[in-house]
């Protein structure tokens, strides 16, 4: 992906303190028969933070907790020392920015139109978007190599291309918290790399914090700083990406036959899957 | 992407167009007063408004005509403005303000207060607007669950109450005298013939607040159109924008159909038309919903009235007529675009 142009732009968030910006403590949740144990963790500026474990076992539901449009049965999730759900909404969407799986779209709008709502919560009621506003979209649409189609219709991109348009969407809304909840499905495998390069890349550049919900554990491995292990609703293990991703952990986690090996040229953890006992399907 | 200055062009042309609609109409009729004398008499009447206008000419323009142009302007906004809003609202480009099912309350209303005229002695369009209030509040009340508004089961209420009353209606109907029977059809099919002077300044009012009141979400609506989860994403207070403009959607169309019966297909067609036109930004699109509305209905009420005349059809009739193939034609349209 090419460099990232005109930074003023983006960057107006003051200095950080030095405490991490992003804090959850005893978080709980009820949905249904489903129960999430209670979650602590703190992600930093600049930190990408990845949530793995098997289906069903909370992580998104965790993510909605942290977005604020899902309420903790107890616990605070924290930004800059400010509780997340006891924000008004678009003081929230200023700073928190999601990535999700998008609804389908039922009415024809281009790229750019699509994207410029990303600067709502920064727009006062009737207001149009400014000059300022467009060059912040812009500036993410080039970010994301998506620049070049901005005049398309949403319905017309493939998922590639879809995928990179929603990003920079979640980037225009200058965030300082991105969730990005599972950002690689249905991609091919240069834009699962290309796609979270520019991810990490935001985040250093910009101190964005990252916190990343995915099945892609090698991904998670590559990219991740920090790992949250869950497991049918109860915190595994969190730490570095070599603490948590053990081979006996995530075999017993995933209840299949793996092998954990370092990747030759990164180090990172590479998990590869072994046939045999493989998953419940067998069970 | 969307400026004032795009936004004022494009509302001034429309107004300008609306403006020569209404000249347009002034003047056609069983009396054939020629333009030049429409332009000459509401000038007088701007410029010196005082006179009494008891010529010949301005009786017909200023006491018959234009108060019909005016009610059918109105409830053609109306109708388009909620058609536009129920379209976000519910997230479903076919949506039209009849759909949950507020003009079928009314109508249920009318008729209950046609059929017992001598005993209630209810005026017919506040009935109607009291019918339309209580589907408001049931269809709510069904459509939605521990507070939250849901499209799905908002829409099935809204159909279920609907056909519910319209079965209703038919079981009336065999009880109804001959002249009852006419006047529930008009009503059904909507009419502007009967222009209710003291209930039109009060329903322009309330229809007028409500439209601005709506025009004030605009940028929600926007965001809304991409889907719930992300519309909260992007900061908006999600149920409590549905709500109102639910509220204030519905309540626009039981204004509109208390005036003039439920007149079909302007809140579908003119939002579709606004959408191809100028895009799907409602800080635009609702503007020019609203003129275009105005322009649809007051162009369906000319045909209705002059096609056979002396005879005259119910408008619905006419927008019906235009209405669907105009938008199989959209349908199709989109289809090919996919």
Known sequence: ?283 | MLTRKKIAAVLLLLLLVLAGMMGMALSIGSTHIPPVEVVRSVWAQLAHPRTDPTAEVSTILFSLRMPRIYLAMLVGMALAVAGASFQALLRNPLADPHILGVSSGAALAAILSIALAGRWGIPTPIAAFVGGLITIVLVYTLGSRSGRVSAHTLILAGIIVASFFSSVIIFIQPFLSGGQLRETTFWLTGNFSSVQMPYLKWVSLATLGTVILIYRFAGDLNVMLIGEQEAAHLGVHVEWVKRAIYVLAALLTGLAVSLSGSIGFVGLIVPHIARMLFGNDYRLLLPATAILGAMLTLLADLIARTIIAPTELPVGAITALAGAPVFIYLLRRDRAAD
């Open chain 1, 1 to 283: 992906m090419t460099s990232l142009p005109s930074e003023r732009v983006m960057d107006k968030r003051p200095p950080l303190a030095g405490a991490s910006p992003l804090e959850l403590h005893d978080v709980t949740v009820r949905l249904g028969k489903f129960q999430l144990q209670p979650v602590s963790f703190t992600a930093n500026a600049s930190e990408v933070m990845a949530i793995v474990g098997p289906n069903g076992s909370g992580k998104s539901t965790l993510l909605r907790v942290v977005s604020g449009t899902l309420k903790p049965a107890s616990g605070w999730v924290r930004w800059n020392g400010v509780d997340i759900h006891g924000m008004g909404h678009r003081l929230r969407a200023r700073q928190i920015a999601v990535v999700a799986q998008e609804s389908a779209l039922h009415f024809p709008m281009s790229v750019l139109e699509y994207c410029l709502l990303a600067r709502h919560p920064f727009i006062d009621g009737i207001q149009l978007a400014s000059r300022e506003d467009l060059d912040i979209v812009r500036t993410a649409l080039e970010m994301t190599e998506a620049a070049v189609f901005e005049r398309r219709w949403m319905n017309e991109l493939s998922g590639g291309e879809r995928q990179r348009v929603i990003l920079a969407r979640a980037l225009a809304q200058t965030p300082g918290l991105l969730l990005l909840d599972e950002p690689t499905l249905n991609l091919d495998v240069s834009f699962q790399m290309g796609l979270l390069e520019l991810v990490e890349r935001f985040a250093h550049e910009h101190r964005t914090t990252v916190l990343m919900v995915t099945h892609e554990l090698n991904l998670a491995a590559e990219f991740a700083d920090r790992v949250l292990l869950l497991s049918s609703g109860v915190p595994l293990a969190f730490g570095s990406t070599a603490e948590v991703m053990t081979e006996g952990r995530l075999r017993e986690v995933f209840n299949s036959d793996l092998l954990v090996d370092q990747n030759p040229v990164s180090g990172a953890a590479r998990v590869t899957l072994l046939r045999g006992k493989s998953s419940e399907l067998k069970n």
